[in-house]
């Protein structure tokens, strides 16, 4: 069982950026593809990137291609989305997921979540 805690949602202004973090414990992390999703408010969850276990490969929606850049780093057994130029659009509760072997974009093929972050973009 793998549990999941993310951190580092909050309010900014358009354009500017954050670092959302996930702490991942309880399962061996390297072996687990991650991907973070994001639901904002009357919108079902939607994919925005994701990251297999040794970085080689990752996938973006793109809306957020070339302002997001997702990052894993085995050791600390986290995972990061870094944000940027970030807009009214962007906001949401960003959840973080993971599941084993190769990284999709289909969320129902991630079992396990964490709680979710509220990032709320100011126009």
């Known amino acids: 069982q793998v549990h999941l805690v993310e951190s580092g949602g909050g309010l900014v202004q358009a354009g500017g950026s954050l670092r959302l973090s996930c702490a991942a414990s309880?399962?061996?992390?390297?072996?687990?593809?991650m991907g973070w999703f994001r639901q904002a408010p009357g919108k079902e969850r939607e994919f925005v990137a994701a990251?297999?276990?040794?970085?080689?490969?990752?996938i973006y929606a793109d809306s957020v291609k070339g302002r997001f850049t997702i990052s894993r780093d085995n050791a600390k057994t986290t995972v990061y989305l870094q944000m940027n130029s970030l807009n009214a659009e962007d906001t949401a509760v960003y959840y973080c997921?993971?599941?084993?072997?190769?990284?999709?974009?289909?969320?129902?093929?991630?079992?396990?979540w964490g709680q979710g972050t509220q990032v709320t973009v100011s126009s």
């Open positions: 997921a993971a599941k084993q072997f190769m990284p999709v974009v289909y969320s129902r093929s991630y079992p396990y």
């Open positions: 990251i297999n276990w040794d970085r080689l490969r990752t």
């Open positions: 309880g399962g061996t992390f390297s072996g687990y593809a």
